[in-house]
């Protein structure tokens, strides 16, 4: 069982359409981190949230600490948002991280 | 102020070897932590290093080893390389612990032969 859940898997948008991306865990964190993964490789930090709501831009992440659960939103989608999302985890106790297995996002001009 | 550096870009080595990677983080940055991913697993944590110290590591086998340095710079290091080894190396560097985010390099991607 993975610590970290994330859906969809593999996402198609049209471009401007609007995006969530789903992540739940069941550990007790002190922090979770979205994190967007370009062909190639690198690895860029979106958010860390341990409460609340923040949002970048076009960019919005949520997360609910009694549910176990977050959510990134995508606004006006674009193709250069097409990516690896990747959803993170620090664990409240001894501060190791754990990943899902990340959502391909493909947004069609 | 320049990103993490990673060296080098690409490995490749022959099962049995031994590796080392470093990992310059960004200037005043004290934490550094090593990932590896691979198609198959994804990302996973290997460890982290604080102020030369190792804070925690992940599930992966003694022949996974690290070190930092008084100036943050930090090595990783795998002994008797193994096909299953083949990966994207990456490592991130963070002000501190608990309530900074974390800076990501290029990577190093190593195929074990």
């Known amino acids: 069982k993975n610590e970290v859940e994330q859906s969809p898997q593999n996402l198609t948008a049209q471009e401007g359409e609007f995006i969530t991306i789903n992540c739940s865990y069941s550990v007790g964190i002190s922090a979770l981190h979205w994190l967007q993964q370009h062909p190639g490789g690198g690895i860029v930090s979106l958010f860390m949230?341990?409460?609340g709501k923040k949002k970048h831009g076009r960019l919005i992440a949520t997360i609910n600490i009694q549910e176990k659960h977050s959510s990134l939103h995508i606004t006006a989608s674009h193709p250069r948002d097409s990516a690896v999302y990747i959803c993170a985890v620090t664990l409240l106790a001894g501060n190791q991280f754990y990943f899902g297995t990340g959502t391909s996002l493909t947004v069609i001009p | 102020k320049a990103g993490v550096t990673q060296t080098p870009r690409y490995l490749i080595k022959t099962r049995g070897q031994q590796v080392t990677l470093s990992c310059s983080p960004i200037s005043g940055h004290r934490s550094v932590s090593w990932y590896q991913q691979t198609p198959g697993q994804g990302l996973q944590f290997l460890f982290e290093y604080f102020s030369e110290t190792q804070r925690n590591k992940g599930n992966f086998p003694g022949r996974f080893s690290g070190r930092q340095f008084s100036n943050s710079r930090s090595e990783m290091n795998v002994s008797t390389l193994e096909l299953g080894d083949s990966a994207l190396y990456l490592c991130a560097s963070r002000l501190d612990r608990v309530s900074s985010p974390l800076h990501f390099g290029n990577g190093t991607r190593l195929t074990v032969t």
């Open positions: 949230l341990s409460s």
